[in-house]
């Protein structure tokens, strides 16, 4: 983006040689690998768009959005989603409580407390955690902190939203432990001079100057951890059952709108049928939320650029 | 007087504690994570080593877990990742350099450029569901290797596209204009200076967005990579798996031995994983040496 002025002027000045085949094919096709990706949108928009609006021809948007049970697949079937919702919410809730303290407190230790040396070393390990793949830590849930929780909770099921709940707040810590690190550096040292010559301790520094000078970019990084939780399907799939019910107690199965779309995937729901308008109404929904957190921690993160 | 400076000092004393504390804390938090990755190893190596042998690179799946192995996954995968790779690489390199070289600044280009970095943020699953209804149903390629590849490929090209900007942005505005001196072409500009100077950047991207591919497994749930394939595919409209869905359909099942499949198969997709972080490292020092 950033060549154009000076390079169609050296341009203007040769426009008399030969001009290049290439030079009028390339561009075009350039242009539609570029454009592939609001191609790739608008599919996106469109096929959840006109699956939905087929869907709620059988389906009231008033059942879909207030009813309080979600069957689709067995009958007597109902088409209420906020059992998925509050599933989704459950594990979020847990994932966040979990994620954003300790995500908050590491960012805060690798940016202003760790020696050069151990940033080098605990970055790139909390990196690995963000590269492993979610149906590893799915594996993990059910085997090694689902045990765990039984152990401690008897009563717990084989699969809770606990523990899917914690392992996607695991999940999600370098994210915002990377993020927020990003935005504390982007700090001005001076601030941080400023406050030591007047006596602050190490930690009000980063907990009183640092942080609040931050605070938009931590936010937006809380945000888009948020919607990452949202999205996660594996894990839920694996360890947080498929049993969508409105519960608030952790300990028992539920279900996510990502993993009652992972459930259809893997049956035998036949194309065309109510049963497989549900993925598309529920994909819907989904998308409508992490999309708007998205913006959101764009907008929340632009702020914070223009502050200095 | 004397009072005065008492209570300071306690004050001050205070506030060091509450530094020392929190230092503490934070150390604690952080060790947090590194406790939970390797918690997550052994027992993943606990459980998976047992089952590690030859035998399972060369078996087949099996309704018994005593046989079964992970053949068809790990060539699904690779079949997976020799398609995508071509693809992805030329649609995404290609996205960036109009974006970096010729797009105009513009609305429009604000648009695509927002675009890019929004889908990056869309759910897997969701990307899955595109697939199914326009690779899988809409082409009627069925659910083949081919509309897995095309599903994956759509889901990595924001990455890819995003890494690539940053590996031609690194390129000197210098080299650009030294070769528009020499009366290059826009094109033989880009195709013969900038894009091998910004290669191991825009390689660097392109390993681990594939890497990100081959850990996928939801959106390849919804285009139908099935569980149970005991035959190799021949072509890519065939049916296939891949290595976290064989995975995933082994955890799915009540069995210990097939929770030791699943940790064996981890072991062998974790492995994959590292060594393609690897080498993504190791062409991204070779790059920053370079400029």
């Known amino acids: ?308 | 007087m004397n009072l005065l400076q008492d209570a300071n000092r306690k004050q001050i004393a205070n506030r060091r504690k509450a530094d020392v504390v929190f230092h503490g804390l934070f150390i604690f938090a952080t060790s947090i994570g590194i406790i939970a990755l390797m918690a997550l190893l052994v027992n993943i190596m606990m459980d998976g080593l047992t089952r590690l042998n030859f035998d399972f690179f060369t078996s087949n799946p099996s309704r018994l877990a005593s046989r079964a192995g992970m053949k068809t996954a790990i060539v699904g995968s690779i079949y997976m990742v020799l398609i995508m790779a071509p693809i992805s690489f030329i649609v995404g390199v290609g996205a960036a350099i109009y974006m970096e070289e010729y797009a105009k600044k513009n609305a429009f280009t604000r648009l695509i450029q927002l675009n890019i970095s929004t889908l990056a943020g869309v759910p897997s699953i969701v990307y899955g569901i595109l697939g199914l209804t326009i690779f899988v149903q809409g082409l009627a390629f069925g659910r083949s290797l081919l509309s897995g590849a095309l599903t994956m490929t759509l889901l990595v090209l924001p990455i890819i596209i995003v890494s690539a900007q940053e590996a031609i942005r690194a390129v000197p505005r210098a080299r650009r204009d030294a070769s528009f001196a020499l009366g290059a072409t826009k094109w033989q500009t880009v195709s013969r200076s900038v894009l091998p100077s910004s290669m191991a950047g825009i390689l660097t991207g392109v390993i681990l967005a594939l890497s990100r591919a081959v850990g996928e497994t939801a959106p390849l749930i919804m285009v139908g990579a099935a569980t149970y394939v005991a035959f190799l595919p021949e072509s890519i409209m065939d049916q296939y798996t891949v290595m976290p869905i064989q995975i995933f359909n082994w955890i799915s099942r009540p069995q210990l031995a097939f929770h030791e499949l699943a940790a064996a198969g981890i072991i062998v997709l974790m492995v994959l994983l590292v060594l393609m972080n690897i080498s993504a490292i190791i062409l991204r020092n070779k790059y920053s040496k370079n400029v």
Request: proline residues 5%; contains cysteine.
């Open chain 1, 1 to 308: 983006m950033q060549a154009n002025g000076t390079h169609s002027d050296v341009k203007m000045s040769f426009k008399n040689s030969k001009s290049h085949l290439s030079d009028k094919i390339v561009p075009v096709f350039l242009f539609m690998c570029a454009a592939l990706s609001v191609v790739t949108t608008i599919g996106i928009v469109y096929t959840l768009i006109t699956e939905t609006l087929a869907f709620f021809q059988h389906v009231s948007i008033s059942e879909f959005l207030f009813g309080t049970k979600w069957s689709p697949l067995i009958a007597p079937q109902s088409f209420g989603i906020l059992p998925l919702l509050s599933g989704t919410l459950l594990v979020t809730v847990i994932a966040c409580i979990v994620a954003l303290p300790l995500g908050l407190a590491s960012a805060i230790y690798l940016s202003e407390y760790a020696p050069q040396r151990v940033r080098k070393i605990v970055k790139p390990i909390l990196e690995v955690l963000a590269g492993v793949p979610t149906i590893v830590y799915g594996y993990f849930a059910l085997t090694f902190i689902t045990p765990i929780i039984r152990s401690i909770f008897p009563d717990a099921g084989v699969f809770n939203a606990l523990s899917a709940g914690i392992v996607v707040g695991i999940m999600i810590i370098p994210m915002i432990s990377s993020l927020s690190e990003d935005a504390m550096s982007a700090v001005p040292r001076s601030l941080r001079n400023g406050a030591y010559a007047l006596g602050a301790t190490r930690f009000e520094v980063a907990w009183k100057i640092v942080v609040p000078a931050a605070l938009s970019g931590i936010v937006s990084s809380f945000v888009l951890a948020f919607s990452r939780a949202i999205g996660e399907t594996m894990i839920v799939t694996v360890a947080a059952g498929s049993t969508p019910q409105l519960t608030l107690n952790p300990l028992e199965s539920i279900q996510t709108m990502t993993a009652y779309i992972a459930q259809v995937g893997l049956g035998d729901t036949p194309h065309g049928s109510i049963e497989y308008g549900t993925i598309y109404a529920v994909g819907i929904t989904l998308f409508i939320i992490t999309f708007l957190l998205n913006i959101i921690a764009m907008y929340v993160a632009r702020r914070f650029r223009e502050e200095y």
